[in-house]
């Protein structure tokens, strides 16, 4: 663990602008299949233990980020299994500290989108002689893609900006794990102001876009 | 003959739905009060929901069903019309109904389109369309999956009475043409009366009775389970020779070949009711037989004016000639005293008391 921690400074802002574009390239596609996949079973399914499941998938939401990052830093470094992966404090680690905490809002906007099919919908399908496949390929995703989208934009927002579980167990490498809102803390600390507002306008334009993107899914619903 | 024959059970929740079908290849309707477990025995049928015990579904010889065995709705055959129609708001007419065709023939979409008399929708929205239009893309997306059976769940019931009418014909006229039996659910009693070969009658979850419409008298008391007329309970009573029937809020005087005696319902038509009009003499035919009651209701609807008229605590249905109806001053909350004939009361028997009940 000999590189965790602030590092003095020395990381520019395009090496950050970087690291948090990868996270993204990694954790978009991973929030739509796993948010898409989640809320649909929630919204449409029903089994044992579905409450439970539905508690543990929003529990990111509900956790603050320090002790979200401090289970997932015992999870990765205590059980010898995961320890051995060799996760914390590298890139996969900054991915998974950003898609955690923003995977529940995927997930929440996907449900609310397939709860609102009416199911007759989907039954007039499956009478057609369509597969369970077909029937979620051609009616139920087209009709809740509106909500996955507009929770794919809240939960790319929200990956972007994360700091706390991020650092918890990716630390702040410059360079490896440095994301854009870790960068902004690292210039605080060394007192410039300038860099970090110009990478604290990026995420604000990015927060502001995103919010207006599910303004728009929301319009044309 | 039967060619389709269901019988299972099904529990769900509280609700019980019992199921004892044979139809033929014509048009059954399906008829009963809202909950009474209508379209639940559609999506029995159809496959979309699986009976919670075993039973058996024959269809034109072919087995769906039978214990250790269930074929899923997309290898049944059986097409099925909702009650909200179920048209795929992001697809257009064209691609609503080509959706259902399975076997890649695509001339199957235009043949549906021009008979339905849609082929210049083919390119519309379903929310662009009107709502007998929409019935017509629901009926055609339907037919367009070559089903061997057509389950229809009040398909019409949103539409305004002429449109309803005009789509009932049109329905007919599909059935004739295309041969595929028919199941129709309604709980309107015009559309059982204007499309029954075959009348089945469902409440409480519990499906059994099937009533021929062409049989049935006018005093028949399954009218009553069909929402017409009125059915009263109480005792039949022969004193002396006298044969009446005594409930809690009158007493009916009934024809000396009445013998039984004890707890019986009798069926009384709408139309066989008469209105007592304070100035004339009752006529000696109706034996005294007067209740008095309140007029809860009354509208005039062609030649006939009908009316709700509460008896204790019991709502009567009687119906008579709007014109007589002009020359009595009755207003809705008024009194009104009504009279009925010995001979136009029907004694049900025990077994038929219930119908559709346990």
């Known amino acids: 663990m000999g590189e965790v921690g602030l590092p003095p400074g020395g990381a520019t802002l395009t090496q950050a602008i970087l690291i948090s574009l990868k996270i993204l390239v990694v954790d978009v596609p991973l929030m739509l299949i796993l948010g898409t996949g989640a809320g649909w079973l929630l919204a449409k399914r029903e089994f044992r233990g579905k409450d439970l499941l539905e508690t543990f998938l929003m529990l990111p939401v509900a956790l603050p980020p320090a002790v979200l990052g401090l289970y997932l830093l015992m999870f990765f470094g205590k059980i010898p299994f995961f320890r051995s992966m060799g996760l914390l404090f590298s890139f996969p680690a900054a991915a998974l500290a950003a898609l955690i905490p923003a995977l529940p809002m995927v997930i929440s906007s996907a449900r609310t989108g397939f709860q609102a099919i009416p199911t007759s919908l989907e039954d007039a399908a499956r009478s057609m002689g369509k597969s369970e496949i077909t029937v979620f390929r051609r009616i139920s995703f087209p009709l809740a893609k509106r909500h996955v989208m507009a929770g794919l934009a809240l939960g790319t927002a929200r990956a972007l900006g994360d700091f706390g579980v991020t650092l918890m167990i990716a630390g702040n490498i410059p360079g490896r794990t440095q994301t854009l809102p870790l960068y902004i803390y690292g210039q605080v600390e060394t007192l410039e102001f300038a860099k970090a507002n110009v990478a604290a306008a990026i995420l604000a334009a990015i927060g502001i876009l995103s919010l207006r993107f599910v303004r728009m899914m929301e319009a044309n619903r | ?358």
């Not at chain 2, 019935?135 to 070559?146: E, G, M, Y």
């Not at chain 2, 129709?184 to 009693?189: I, L």
């Open chain 2, 1 to 358: 003959m039967s060619w389709l024959k269901a019988s299972f059970k099904h529990e769900e929740g509280d609700f019980s739905l019992s199921l004892a079908l044979s139809t033929g290849r014509d048009i059954s309707v399906l008829f009963g009060p809202s909950g009474a477990g209508k379209s639940m025995t559609l999506k029995l049928l159809c496959g979309l929901k699986r009976p919670s015990s075993e039973g058996i579904f024959t269809m034109g010889g072919r087995v769906i069903q039978e214990p250790g065995r269930w074929v899923k709705p997309r290898d049944r055959s059986i097409a099925m019309v909702f009650q909200d129609l179920a048209l795929f708001p992001h697809m257009t007419v064209e691609e609503n109904v080509s959706f259902a065709i399975s076997d890649g023939d695509s001339s199957k979409c235009s043949r549906w389109l021009n008979r339905m008399g849609l082929e210049s929708k083919a390119k519309e929205m379903p929310h662009n369309l009107s709502g007998g239009q929409r019935q017509r893309v629901a009926l055609a997306r339907a037919l367009a999956s070559s089903p061997e059976l057509l389950l229809l769940d009040e398909p019409f019931s949103a539409l305004d009475t002429p449109l309803r009418r005009s789509l009932r014909r049109e329905l007919k006229e599909l059935h004739r043409e295309t041969g595929i039996p028919m199941i129709y659910v309604t709980h309107q009693m015009e559309d059982v009366c204007a499309m029954g070969d075959r009348v089945f009658l469902i409440n409480n979850g519990k499906l059994s009775g099937e009533v021929d419409l062409k049989k049935l008298t006018s005093s028949d008391s399954s009218w009553h389970h069909l929402g017409w007329g009125n059915m009263v309970d109480g005792d039949l009573i022969k004193d002396g020779g006298v044969a009446s029937f005594s409930w809690r809020w009158g007493r009916f005087y009934l024809p000396p070949s009445i013998h039984e005696e004890g707890p019986v319902s009798v069926f009384i038509p709408s139309d066989r009711i008469s209105i007592v009009y304070p100035s004339i003499p009752l006529d000696p035919a109706f034996s005294g037989n007067k209740v008095n009651g309140r007029v809860v209701e009354r509208y005039i609807m062609g030649r006939m004016c009908h009316m709700q008229v509460e008896i204790g605590e019991q709502l009567w249905q009687v119906e008579f000639p709007s014109t007589s109806y002009e020359s009595l001053d009755k207003e809705e909350g008024s009194d009104i005293t009504i009279a009925v004939r010995p001979v136009d009361i029907s004694i049900i028997p025990k077994d038929r008391r219930n119908f559709g009940e346990d």
